[in-house]
T-cell receptor, first 108, second 124 residues
Framework: EIVMTQSPVTLSVSPGERATLSCRASQSVSSNLAWYQQKPGQAPRLLIYGASTRATGIPARFSGSGSGTEFTLTISSLQSEDFAVYYC??????????FGQGTKLEIK | QVQLVESGGGVVQPGRSLRLSCAASGFTFSNYGIHWVRQAPGKGLEWVAIISYDGGNKYYADSVKGRFTISRDNSKNTLFLQMNSLRAEDTAVYYCAKDLYNYDSGNWGPGDYWGQGTLVTVSS
């Protein structure tokens, strides 16, 4: 099973600043990596798939990069609605699909 | 618009069974694989199972294999999760999610549309 590790666990950033979230896979997942955003009481929302492709309706301030075992989600200028928990997920070697433990992005 | 609506959650005793449903609309249900993903209270996301567009292929997480069964009725645009021998650690919100890729792509991917979830509580 591929283990996904996200860092940091919590990230404190001021509105308008840039946020950089990391995700590491225990073995290569090629570019088969997705990022989700989840707000309290809501379902996850797909942000990025294929490591760098924005899903339908996702603002351009969200960008993904990386391949193999190291991935990054960047939010270029944080808006108030961006404060949430973010998960990465690999879909290269499955079952099982595996998620990272999440990064909580909070207001500084 | 794509919509997925889960139902069937509730409180159940350990060892008992429960059947979840996921009603889909707004897309050609029979063209897509569908996932079940769960989230224990205050915890992260855990993938549970996936079924192919035609129901011919099913895959499970080890934690539920042999106890849970995923199925679908394409004539009714509905997905199911039969959960037997429930344990306290199965307590979670259960989400269904449509796979990103259409069956003719030959690919399986992440979930691009998710339902709002249904809460299952296993407790005596």
């Amino acid at each position: 099973e591929i283990v996904m590790t996200q860092s940091p666990v919590t990230l404190s950033v001021s509105p308008g600043e840039r946020a950089t979230l990391s995700c590491r896979a225990s073995q290569s997942v090629s570019s088969n990596l997705a990022w989700y955003q989840q707000k309290p009481g809501q379902a996850p929302r797909l942000l990025i798939y294929g490591a760098s492709t924005r899903a339908t309706g996702i603002p351009a301030r969200f960008s993904g990069s990386g391949s193999g075992t190291e991935f990054t989600l960047t939010i270029s200028s944080l808006q108030s609605e961006d404060f949430a928990v973010y998960y990465c997920q690999q879909y290269n070697n499955w079952p099982p699909y595996t998620f990272g433990q999440g990064t909580k992005l909070e207001i500084k | 618009q794509v919509q997925l609506v889960e139902s069937g959650g509730g409180v159940v005793q350990p060892g008992r069974s429960l059947r979840l449903s996921c009603a889909a609309s707004g897309f050609t249900f029979s063209n897509y694989g569908i996932h079940w993903v769960r989230q224990a209270p205050g915890k992260g996301l855990e993938w549970v199972a996936i079924i192919s567009y035609d129901g011919g292929n099913k895959y499970y997480a080890d934690s539920v294999k042999g106890r849970f069964t995923i199925s679908r009725d394409n004539s009714k645009n509905t997905l199911f999760l039969q959960m037997n021998s429930l344990r306290a650690e199965d307590t979670a919100v259960y989400y269904c999610a449509k796979d990103l890729y259409n069956y003719d792509s030959g690919n399986w991917g992440p979930g691009d549309y998710w339902g709002q979830g249904t809460l299952v509580t296993v407790s005596s």
